[in-house]
């Protein structure tokens, strides 16, 4: 599995949109890229993912570059609660592909 | 309901015990996992199960035994425990031919004194 790399931490201010970067260059053409964040001290939670267009849900956007090789999670409007760690992670398909973490990017959303 | 629950939530216990942590979700879901946190905060896969088969074992010590009597249950023992056993344990559940989302457990805190 392809490896990450994320800026250590980050803040953003309440109501104002989050973008947390994420690189991954040596991504390969099946592999998948996960976002979850790990609100303290609990289960990490799933975000978003996507394979190469931009997916949006109810928590968020991401933002996959054309060739890939990085990709940007966007909060729209960060609320306090929206604090926590954020985990960029590629993976392949299928239910052996390995959900492997890096150290995430610390999230402090500030009033 | 919860979908992935994990007992017992904190455990402390002396070295050289051996310990259980159970873990049952009722996803219907086909492949369990085992996650380590440690005080660092990495978070390290240790083992996967689908369908009651090991599938995915990653260099863990032989104190730790995965079992799996179900596909909704998965259990971790740890014999002979040691200080650095100490982290939060993390279950997880994957549908097989989803999107790939991993729902996680709330962890289960060993401390090993």
């Known amino acids: 599995d392809a490896k990450t790399t994320q800026p250590p931490s980050m803040d953003c201010a309440e109501g104002r949109a989050a973008n947390l970067p994420c690189n991954h260059s040596t991504i390969s053409g099946n592999e998948y890229v996960y976002w979850y964040r790990q609100i303290h001290s609990q289960g990490p939670q799933y975000i978003i993912h996507g394979l190469k267009n931009n997916e949006t849900n109810e928590m968020a956007s991401l933002i996959i570059t054309e060739d890939r090789k990085s990709s940007t999670l966007i909060l729209p409007h960060a609320t306090l609660r929206d604090t926590a760690v954020y985990y960029c992670?590629?993976?392949?398909?299928?239910?052996?592909?390995?959900?492997?973490f890096g150290q995430g990017t610390t999230l402090q959303v500030k009033p | 309901d919860t979908a992935v629950s994990q007992t017992p939530k904190y455990l402390v216990t002396q070295m050289g015990n051996d310990k259980s942590i159970k873990c049952e979700q009722n996803l219907g879901h086909d492949t369990m996992y085992w996650y380590k946190q440690d005080s660092k905060k990495f978070l390290k896969i240790m083992f996967s199960y689908n369908n009651k088969e090991l599938i995915i074992n990653e260099t863990v010590p032989n104190r730790f035994s995965p079992k799996s009597p179900d596909k909704a249950h998965l259990n971790l023992h740890i014999n002979s425990l040691e200080l650095g056993d100490s982290a939060v344990y993390f279950c997880?559940?994957?549908?097989?031919?989803?999107?790939?989302?991993?729902?996680f457990g709330e962890g289960s805190r060993l401390t090993v004194l």
């Open positions: 992670i590629v993976r392949g398909n299928g239910n052996t592909g390995k959900l492997i």
């Open positions: 997880a559940s994957l549908r097989n031919g989803g999107t790939g989302e991993l729902f």
